[in-house]
């Protein structure tokens, strides 16, 4: 099949690198929620090879995910898993956890879900990073990011900017703390968390 491609991918993959490169050196077995294309899986399994870099998404984007991985043919990039962040979570238990461009096309319940499911597969100690546009104090962060937001409406009502207080209310209620607000590119922003110690995990 002809792989998909999104050219986001390879605008932001280096300035997401460096973070993972900090926030990630000392995990093994990262879970990517909303995979995609698979692109930003064989970037960052290439140039992170410590990692066990699990890609995850509904099932119509499986196969373009599995095409990506394919080609790439690197040792630490098990299959694809099915996973709707509103259905069934896997049985298993990673370290770390990465999301890029995910929240704004979610329907909020859907963010509320992911945050909930979270706690049943993230082990001790681990790390989430999310990538993507927040608002800040209700408020946008450019005009750019506020014609985004209508643009994402035009196309879908459930679809939009989330406000960083309330996705970091839903952390917090799973047990995070925030360990950075990292500002990128192209007014986005990259958000890492932690579980805490003393965190009762599923």
């Not at 238990?93 to 992911?114: G, K, Q, R």
Request: charged residues 20%; proline residues 7%.
């Amino acid at each position: 099949m002809d792989k998909p491609n999104a050219p986001s991918c390879e605008k932001n993959r280096e300035p997401i690198l460096d973070v993972l490169r900090q926030h990630f050196a000392d995990r093994h077995h990262v879970l990517e929620i909303g995979s995609g294309t698979g692109q930003h899986a064989i970037f960052f399994a290439k140039h992170l090879p410590h990692l066990t870099w699990q890609t995850s998404d509904r099932a119509e984007n499986l196969p373009g995910i599995t095409a990506w991985l394919d080609d790439a043919a690197l040792p630490n990039t098990p299959p694809p898993l099915l996973l709707d962040v509103q259905e069934t979570w896997p049985v298993l238990s990673y370290d770390a956890v990465f999301s890029a461009n995910t929240l704004h096309i979610m329907p909020w319940t859907a963010v509320e879900s992911l945050f909930a499911g979270l706690t049943s597969i993230m082990a001790r100690n681990a790390k989430l990073a999310i990538y993507g546009p927040f608002n800040y104090g209700g408020r946008f962060t450019s005009d750019s990011n506020a014609s985004f937001d209508r643009w994402l409406k035009e196309n879908a009502p459930h679809q939009g900017i989330r406000d960083f207080e309330k996705v970091h209310a839903l952390a917090q209620g799973a047990g995070m703390e925030l360990l950075e607000d990292r500002p990128m590119p192209s007014n986005n922003r990259c958000l890492v968390w932690q579980v805490g110690d003393s965190v009762e995990l599923g």
